[in-house]
């Protein structure tokens, strides 16, 4: 799409998509809306860290159907010398929260086990994002250890279950009157400008600013 001279900025705009990371200790957040299949890889070009989309998974069917080209791997092995076949990507199912913090829309990255854990309990209290009968979910992440992947997740059951019911706050109708759909709020690139993408960030001409994108801190399972 063009723009007319008039409204265009000359500089490319900074995201509005806050992510919210899982602090040390206690956190509560409102899932709402979708969950968003997907899974990506993390990538690095010297002075930053993205996250770039595996275009052969499917988000709708939940598989990898190779239909559209994921050029990842073979960008990653030209610029950098990895062998394709070792450039995996990783599980990184996202869903929009109200972050209990301070009350903010924002996308969690979901941790797999954690995930889990909480589409068990699903079974006994409901569907937690449903606007009436949902809850809030209460996580105690838990540092065992010097790496990244060294990270416990403690999904309090019997806590949320004694919440189950609660009228949601008058700030959580404003939000999810104006929902959008996780699908528009992080749309999927087209092959073309994934490839593009990629390219200038492994050139090392894309911006070294990550407050904005995913950040390969999240990596944690």
Partial sequence: MAIKFSKVEGSAKKSDVKYMNLAEGENRFRMVGDV????????????????????AF???????????????PELVEAYQGTPRK??????????QVIDRADGKLKILNLKKKMFES????????????????????????KKTGPHAYNVEY????IRMMKEKGK??????AEILANLKSI????PRQAAVDQKAALDNFLSSKGDDDTSDKESIDELDV
Avoid: Q
């Avoid at 499917?58 to 990842?72: A, G, H, I, L, Y």
């Avoid at 009228?167 to 959580?172: A, G, I, N, Q, R």
């Avoid at 699908?183 to 992080?186: A, C, Y």
């Fill in 183 to 186: 699908e528009d709020v992080i």
């Fill in 118 to 141: 909480i589409k068990s309990i699903a079974n006994d209290l409901g569907d937690p994002t449903d606007p009436e009968t949902g809850y809030d979910i209460i996580v105690e992440r």
């Fill in 58 to 72: 499917n988000r709708d069917m939940e598989k990898f159907t190779n239909v559209e080209k994921d050029w990842v």
């Fill in 167 to 172: 009228p949601m706050p008058e700030t959580d």
């Fill in 86 to 95: 070792e450039v995996k990507c990783a599980w990184a199912y996202c869903v």
């Fill in 154 to 157: 403690k999904v309090f059951e």
């Fill in 36 to 55: 968003l299949p997907r899974y990506v890889y993390w990538v690095k070009n010297g002075k930053a860290n993205a996250a770039f989309e595996c275009l």
